[in-house]
């Protein structure tokens, strides 16, 4: 069975819609059995609403499993975790830092960091944008939060030279909540890397689509 863990649906603020039909049509073509999906950037800026959509999709389709997408900066975030949690029944939560513009590790994310750990729910994070999510910036999240379950898409790194890839293999050696998905990393060395340090049950497939290619 595959799994892919990091998917982005739904309308997009930029050029890259995934339809839920589009979606369902590249898990068939691709083998993938289940997916743990979330919202693009919401054409609108309505986090609620795309987040209510993704938990339609959930309730319709079993092979997909809901994560809330979240923007901490803005005042009405608190709310929508509540109502993705305890309305929507999404099963864990997706921070983008890059496309929100804000610092993983800036104290504004606490808000929401409060009603994950008070609900027991994954926390996704887009890593290792430059200035917003680097492996450092992402581990001093962790830190705060050892009791939360945490996932860094591409490895931890995103720079795919590798230049920030030892950072991230302190986060996977130092930090036992700490999970990685591979997409991205097309680098052998660095997956086998990243096993040795974090571990293979740490290390999942996520194709991060629509952004890349699922296939």
């Given amino acids: 069975m595959i799994i892919d863990a990091d998917v982005f649906v739904g309308k997009s603020l930029y050029d890259n819609s995934l339809s839920y039909d589009k979606l369902i049509f590249l898990?068939?073509?691709n083998n993938v059995s289940k997916a743990i999906i979330r919202a693009l950037k919401p054409t609108d800026f309505d986090f609620d609403k795309a987040n209510k959509l993704i938990s339609e999709m959930q309730r319709k389709d079993s092979n997909l499993i809901g994560f809330a997408r979240v923007n901490p900066l803005m005042k009405e975030s608190v709310l929508h975790i509540e109502k993705a949690i305890n309305e929507y029944d999404l099963k864990g939560v997706h921070l983008h830092p890059w496309e929100e513009n804000y610092a993983i590790n800036n104290r504004v994310v606490d808000k929401i960091m409060k009603?994950?750990?008070d609900s027991?729910?994954?926390v996704y994070v887009s890593a290792d944008y430059p200035v917003v999510s680097h492996p450092?910036?992402?581990q001093n999240l962790i830190d705060r939060y050892p009791e939360v379950t945490f996932i860094l898409t591409h490895g931890g790194q995103q720079d795919f030279s590798g230049l920030s890839f030892d950072d991230t293999l302190i986060v996977a050696e130092e930090n036992k909540n700490a999970y990685f998905d591979v997409s991205g990393v097309y680098r052998r060395d660095f997956i086998e890397l990243l096993i040795k340090y974090a571990g293979e049950d740490?290390?999942?497939?996520?194709s991060?689509?629509?952004y890349?290619?699922?296939k």
């Fill in 27 to 29: 898990m068939h073509s």
């Fill in 115 to 117: 009603k994950v750990s």
């Fill in 120 to 122: 027991n729910i994954l």
């Fill in 136 to 138: 450092l910036q992402v």
């Fill in 202 to 206: 740490r290390v999942i497939f996520g």
């Fill in 208 to 210: 991060c689509s629509p």
């Fill in 212 to 214: 890349m290619n699922m």
